[in-house]
């Protein structure tokens, strides 16, 4: 297993342009997460899946923001009319839920650049 | 609502030396989990250790352990012969498993250590 991905690592993008990242967490993970991370911070939590199922979703998460898990596998974290204040790193993590401290593994991150 | 709160926004010491990073926390829940992630200049988040609250048992890997003092709410990381590989920022984080409710990890906003050669 390689580890959790997320495509693209960068992304430039125009204020009002939509964006689309995704992830692909580790195979036999059941829990898929989405943080922000700004310059200088730690991740601060935006939503999580288990399966296919949204379980929480951060008062972070603006209506612009909408991520999906279809199939309980990869996941997409969908940016509507992008702001300024949307350029951060966007990372993923998976876990295994179920008998265990269920730590998370990170992925990489995407780096988004709203001009 | 949780939150952490590491104190040390840069730490430095010496390649061999011994460092320990603080990190406090405040929850009014008594089961929960803690974690130490190291991120290095690449950015990936690294699992460095973990600690259940319900263990008494200081948690240990290789050179990194950590002073769990659930009383005061505190969960220090000492890294013991510093070496190179080990500057980054390191983030200490907290989990509480409300069995399918939030699962988020809350985060602290993390201290860059510098390894001195």
């Known amino acids: 297993d390689t580890g959790v991905s997320q495509d693209p690592r960068h992304k430039i993008t125009k204020r009002g342009q939509n964006v689309t990242f995704r992830c692909d967490p580790i195979?036999?993970?059941?829990?898929l997460y989405w943080y922000r991370q700004t310059l200088g911070q730690g991740p601060e939590f935006l939503t999580y899946?288990?399966?296919?199922?949204?379980?929480?979703k951060s008062r972070l998460l603006s209506d612009r923001f909408s991520a999906e898990r279809p199939k309980g596998s990869f996941s997409t974290l969908e940016i509507q009319r992008t702001e300024q204040g949307d350029s951060a790193m966007y990372l993923c993590?998976?876990?295994?839920?179920?008998?265990?401290?269920?730590?998370?593994?990170f992925g990489p991150g995407t780096r988004l650049t709203v001009t | 609502a949780q939150t952490v709160t590491q104190s040390q926004p840069e730490m430095s010491v010496q390649e061999a030396e011994t460092v320990t990073l603080s990190c406090t926390y405040d929850?009014?829940?008594?089961?929960?989990?803690l974690f130490w992630y190291k991120q290095p200049p690449s950015r990936q988040m690294i699992l460095v250790i973990r600690?259940?609250?319900?263990?008494?048992q200081n948690a240990t890997e290789n050179r990194f352990s950590v002073n769990f003092q659930k009383a005061a709410k505190s969960f220090s990381l000492k890294i013991s012969d510093s070496q190179l590989g080990d500057a980054a920022m390191y983030f200490c984080?907290?989990?509480?498993?409300?069995?399918?409710?939030?699962?988020?990890?809350?985060f602290g906003k993390g201290t860059h250590l510098i390894i001195q050669p």
């Open positions: 993590a998976s876990s295994f839920y179920g008998g265990s401290v269920g730590e998370q593994y």
């Open positions: 195979s036999e993970h059941n829990r």
């Open positions: 899946f288990q399966n296919e199922a949204q379980l929480e």
């Open positions: 929850t009014s829940e008594s089961d929960y989990y």
């Open positions: 600690q259940e609250a319900y263990k008494q």
């Open positions: 984080a907290y989990r509480f498993d409300s069995g399918g409710g939030a699962d988020g990890l809350t």
